[in-house]
């Protein structure tokens, strides 16, 4: 089946810790993107990859890193530097601008 | 920020048609609406967009106004697994970087009832 994988479903770090999220895909679209979602708020932009080897800052990157090696992953890594980093992450993907994004089923980060 | 304004909740009955407004009063001539829905702790769900014509699917119908200022998502018989938060965004068709990305607010939470 084509989609988009985020794993893992749940992670829990310590403080200070780096952890990176990762989201592979199989629907070959060129762009993709990570989200953060706190509770009952809408979806942040962190950061978003249009082509393999460029990606872009969204609204909230401070904290955040993200390479392209490939097209079809893009991994998050969730930096020591992120002052709140217990949030919901979604990955999502785009292939066009007339056609909508399709997204993961996310991530849960809890930081202890 | 988000360009669209939702009301914040609402509440509709079980095989009832669910109306969900959005206004968009500074839409341009060049932005698409969409429609997304976010049921509890999944990602979200495309489910419909359209540039000025109404549009149908299988999912829903959009209607949007003839000045693009607002527009309604349109569930024609809601079922309780309808029941989430849904996301009216509108986004620049046609253009690379930022310009083109989704930028979602808060939606609406809407609740189907038995």
């Known amino acids: 089946d084509g989609g988009i994988t985020q794993s893992p479903k749940y992670l829990f770090r310590k403080e200070g810790q780096n952890v990176t999220l990762s989201c592979e895909q199989n629907?070959?679209?060129?762009?993709m993107y990570w989200y953060r979602q706190d509770p009952g708020q809408g979806l942040r932009l962190i950061y978003y990859?249009?082509?393999?080897?460029?990606?872009q800052k969204g609204d909230i990157a401070e904290g955040y890193s993200v390479s392209r090696e490939k097209k079809e992953s893009f991994p998050l890594t969730v930096t020591s530097a992120q002052k709140n980093p217990t949030a919901f992450y979604l990955c999502?993907?785009?292939?066009?601008?007339?056609?909508?994004?399709?997204f993961g089923s996310g991530t849960r980060l809890t930081v202890v | 920020d988000a360009k669209t304004t939702q009301p914040p909740s609402m509440d509709c009955a079980e095989g009832r048609a669910a109306n969900l407004p959005c206004n968009h009063s500074?839409?341009?001539?060049?932005?698409?609406v969409y429609w997304y829905r976010q049921i509890h702790s999944q990602g979200p769900q495309y489910i419909i967009h359209?540039?000025?014509n109404n549009e149908t699917n299988e999912m829903a119908s959009l209607i949007i106004t003839e000045d693009r200022k607002s527009s309604t998502l349109i569930l024609p018989h809601a079922t309780l697994r309808d029941t989430a938060v849904y996301y009216c965004?509108?986004?620049?068709?046609?253009?690379?970087?930022?310009?083109?990305?989704?930028?979602f607010g808060k939606g609406t939470k809407l609740s189907v009832k038995p």
């Open positions: 359209g540039l000025k």
């Open positions: 629907l070959n679209h060129d762009a």
């Open positions: 500074t839409i341009s001539g060049n932005e698409y």
């Open positions: 990859s249009q082509i393999v080897n460029d990606f």
């Open positions: 965004i509108v986004r620049v068709a046609g253009v690379s970087g930022s310009q083109g990305n989704l930028i």
């Open positions: 999502a993907t785009g292939q066009g601008f007339n056609y909508g994004y399709t």
